[in-house]
């Protein structure tokens, strides 16, 4: 009987025959925190009497949550994060570097890896192939002290997508699409494997988009295959040595089989207050929008600005509405600079913040007022994650947001495209 | 046996009603943290919940962030379990790290209130007030040990290692 890909995985890992349901122990490739769980993690590290950490180099710390720092607490735990790596040795990714997440793909997560984060959205790295799954700050501090955890093996949701993405159409709308059906707690517990001919044409950003939604709904890893796209990405991340191809067996076990059309999907909108509370952008016509995110870990990268800046080129975004552009990482707002992208931003009325979570999570860079409502291209719409209890959120594409913020109210993409 | 009182809330209440991450700066000062527990849910909680009170939720309960400091500020309120539909997968194993139970179990019957008393060993959870028991899942093996130990970190320090 064949295998998934995370049982694949966690077999390779844990040196036994993993099966759906089965508890393993499995060694961990990369473990890594954020400066909003980070501090507690140090103190559990500290607490269980650990001294040495097992793999300094495979060990990160990354300032991006709150980067840079709003105020005097949270620079007192960053503070705390910077003197941790000192003493133990270990890699901090510093405030201006970028989302942990964004940073993981580009330079440390390998096809194959079981990854470990204090972060729920640390299964963007199944983009590429890798185990990766969000744990609190205890299960990572162990992880910091042993290099190893235990893992119940998931039972996996084969999604099988097909066939061609309209114009106008993209990832994004595809995961929402998705969560929409199956709902926030569809696929607790879970693996969702994305595989048909539309996943092996679609680019790794697309990919690293939905994996790193897997958990809005439930699930415990997205995992893709690694193959000639993954290859491509890495080579061009300078990490060629870090490929191996990585696929499912065809007689492998799902437990459902989802199938997907690309051709029958269209730009779509999680309403607040739930991922799954999705519908067509087109219907949400005339919903007054006072600020745009374009950023984040799940639509912060290259392609995603260019999708932006080819809807913005040469018009003015509206004044009511505010356009906070977030780039996921320091290589991605370089490269957005070297593109053009940024000068055409800024001409179009946006405003560029540091490669960082941005206003993602309320901290900071543009939190909402009582009654306000964003169109975000984030993966999370909870009441009062943005800010005011009072406020709404919407996720949609960069598409939808770039043309969002031309009219400031909700717009399909396709009428200013 | 555990015994207390009800605090009902529905379903899909996320780690952002439990701890939102607008207090983020709060999270190295846990008593002030734990002031602004189940705020987005019910702003009257923190107030109101007494020690060995329980949460009774429907479905997906602690949905979203990875912040162990949701199942901790429920914990420092007090909260001796967590009975719920189903639980968010994250949140489930950072509750149990933590040393505090969380129960899978049918939760309609149970009202807000309701005066409770549950049986950890025998998987029984007796509503006082209205009479009605019911039984709540299994726990994994190697979760158990975890909570019999009070929590992940005290499990390592004593045994130093996970052992299944």
Redesign the interface.
Known sequence: MGKTLAEKILSHKSGSDARAGDIVIASIDLSFVQDTTGPLTVRQYQNSGFDKLVNPQRTVLFIDHAAPSPNNALSNDHTLLRDFARQKGCIISDVGEGVCHQRVIEDFARPGDVIVGADSHTVTAGGLGSFATGMGSSDVAVAFGLGRTWFRVPETFKIEVSGSFTKGVYAKDLILHLIGMIGADGATYKSLEFGGDAVKRMSMSGRFTIANMAVEAGAKVGLFPSDEMTRKYLIAQGREKDYKPLVPDTDAVYERTINIEAANLVPTVARPHTVDNTAPARELKGTKIQQVVIGTCTNGRLEDMAVATGILKGKKTQHSVRVLVAPASRRILLEAIEAGYVQTLLEAGAIILPPGCGPCLGLHQGVLADGESCLSTANRNFEGRMGSPKSYIYLGSPATAAATALTGEITDPREVM | MLRGRAFKFGD?I?T??II???Y??????LPELAKHVME?ADPTFAARVKAGDFIVAG??FG???????A??VIKMAGVSAILAE?V???FF??AI??GLPVLICDTDRLDAGDELEIDLSAGIVRDITNGHQLNFGKI???MLHILDEG???PY??KYG??R?
């Open positions: 899909g996320s952002d009603h939102p991450g607008r983020a700066h709060l999270r190295s000062n987005d479905n997906n949905l979203g962030s990875s912040r162990e400091h199942p901790l189903t968010a997968r994250i194993r950072n790290n933590l994994p093996e190697v929590g992940l970190v390592i320090k290692d996970f299944l």
